[in-house]
């Protein structure tokens, strides 16, 4: 078979019961993680405004049943699917899977809760959905080859996120083997997303993951009335993963399929800012926390990344270290580097330093270097130091940032992560919905389970 109907026939045929226990568990940590983001970037982020106005504009807010989490409404499906992803992705607080260097819950989980809001679908059937989701969006960022598709200028998280939106939602939605292929084959067309959004810290990248949730339900329905999507979309001649990247390699797409399972592979970020400053934070807390520095003894600090990592967070490096917008901080490590040591962490409420002289200034102390050694490694995310402070120098390397698989936060962690995201905003319903999702891998219908 081809690889195009080798994952369209394990979306559909995977049986919800025949998942090993701790991969569902999994996938329903990763979507709490991601439902705490929304709630707070529904509320919160400056990008909320323009893309609830755009709805109401164009005559898309009608009610639905639909649930959007941080909203006091519902929503038709398409339309809450694009919002929870959008909210999902917007404080860049949302989880990644290293290898593909991809956030797979914001496309997939607000494409699978649509659909099972839509079709009355268990607890456990949503969260098997979802699952199928990651293993074929993580897979084909594999096949991409991070690396070259980044050097094309392309986002995975919102090109490959869309066929796992697809694959989630048509699952849901019953698709058979054939109509998931046609799924695939409208996603192939739809798939799209942009890395421009880091010249002038742009909301794209927000939108577009958001919008790739709404694409792949739309893929999914479209094939489920009948429509004819084009074959072989991902492995064809003018397909997927030929069209996206000049170093792909369809062979990686079905490796180990339905025995080696991507979902236990994703991470949850500690820090609201793109993946690749979080190793460098994490080492930068530990030499301040285990020499006792303040900031007035650091003297220059070097960061030495993966070339991905200097595309997206390290150059051009003067206008990293002047971050002046919330996008602009997720994405320069000078930036969070200046938090960190400002303020011996890094949340979301932190960003209240952008333009701060203060920032400003330890933001002018740290190079951002392409280190070699970090290249051709497992993991792209890990970073090393050199730190100049009191006079002497410490060297530090970090093979991975904190949060992934073997990292994984306790049970515990992660409620706090989302009492400090989610409780602002929902108050005296926070341990509520905490209850609400603890329960949901045994609820017996999603219609109307979140209220």
Known sequence: MSVTRTLATFAVETKTESLPPEVPARALALASDLIGSIIRAANESDSTPSVLKMLARMGLDAPGECSVFGLSRRYAPAAAALLNGTFGHSLDFDDTHSDSSLHPSAPVVPAALAAAEMTGASGADFLAAVVVGFEICCRLGNALDPTAHYARGFHPTATAGTFGAAAAAGRLLGLTVDQMCSAFGVAA?????????????????????????????????????????????????????????????????????????????????????????????????????????????????????????????????????????????QFSMPFAAAVALTRDRFGWDDYDLLGKPQIDELADKVDVICDESLEGLRHPFGATLKVRARGQEYDLRIADPSGEPETFPSPEASIEKFRALAGPCLNARTEPMLDRLAALGRAESLKGYFG
């Open 189 to 329: 067309s739809q798939a799209s997303g942009s890395l421009q959004f880091l010249v002038n810290g742009a909301w794209n990248k927000r939108y577009q993951v958001g919008e790739s949730a709404m694409k792949g339900l739309i893929a999914a329905t479209l094939a489920l009335e009948g429509f004819h999507g084009s074959a072989d979309a991902i492995d064809g001649k003018h397909g997927f993963l030929r069209g996206y990247s000049d170093g792909a390699d369809p062979a990686k797409a079905i490796a180990g399929l339905g025995e080696i399972w991507e979902t236990m592979k994703i991470g949850v970020k500690p820090f609201p800012a793109c993946r690749y400053t979080h190793a460098a934070v994490d080492g930068l807390l530990v030499l301040k926390r285990e020499h006792g520095w303040t900031v007035a003894d650091i003297e220059s600090i070097t960061v030495g990344l993966h070339r991905n990592g200097i595309t997206l967070v390290g150059a051009p490096l003067a206008e990293k270290r002047r971050a002046r917008s919330v996008v602009e901080g």
